[in-house]
C-alpha cells in the first residue's frame, strides 16, 4: 500500500538547513576485571547536519519531547549519529546524549538528537 511519504520529504528540508559540522564517533569500553570506563574518540570528520540550539523553535521539533538540551541535531539515518558522539560547531562542542529515529508511516525520515555543551 502506498503511503505517499517519502525520504524526499525530508531531504529538501536538509537541503535548506544543512550545514557542516566536526563530528567525532566516541568509543566505550569497560575493562573486565576493573570494570573502569575508557573513553576513545576517533579522529573527526566532517558530516553535514541540521544543528540548532535550545532557544530556537522549529515547526518540525519532535513533538512530545520530554528531555531538554543546550542543542539538537537531525540527520539523515545513513549519517550513523549516537549517544556520547561529539561534534564541534561555532568553536564550541557538544555530546549526543540521545538519538531518537523518526519514522512516519514505516518509512526511516531522520536521526534526532538531543545535545549538551561540553566546552564553550
Given amino acids: 500500500m502506498a503511503t505517499g511519504v ?12 544543512k550545514r557542516t559540522v566536526s563530528y567525532s564517533v566516541v568509543t566505550i569500553t569497560h575493562d573486565a576485571i576493573t570494570g573502569s ?3 576513545t574518540f576517533a579522529a573527526a570528520s566532517n558530516k553535514d547536519v541540521i544543528f540548532f540550539l535550545n532557544e530556537t523553535s522549529y515547526m518540525f521539533d519532535l513533538q ?10 537531525i540527520a539523515p539515518t545513513t549519517t550513523g549519529i549516537k549517544r556520547y ?4 560547531v561555532d568553536s564550541k562542542t557538544y555530546y549526543i546524549e540521545s538519538t531518537i529515529r523518526r519514522v512516519i508511516l514505516g518509512t526511516s525520515m531522520m536521526d534526532y538528537a538531543v545535545c549538551f555543551l561540553v566546552t564553550a
Wanted: aromatic share 18%; hydrophobic share 30%; proline share 0%.
Fill in 6 to 17: 517519502s525520504t524526499d520529504d525530508f531531504n529538501q528540508i536538509y537541503s535548506d538547513f
Fill in 85 to 88: 558522539d561529539q561534534f564541534t
Fill in 64 to 73: 512530545g519531547l520530554t528531555q531538554v538540551g543546550d542543542a539538537y541535531i
Fill in 37 to 39: 570506563e575508557t573513553t
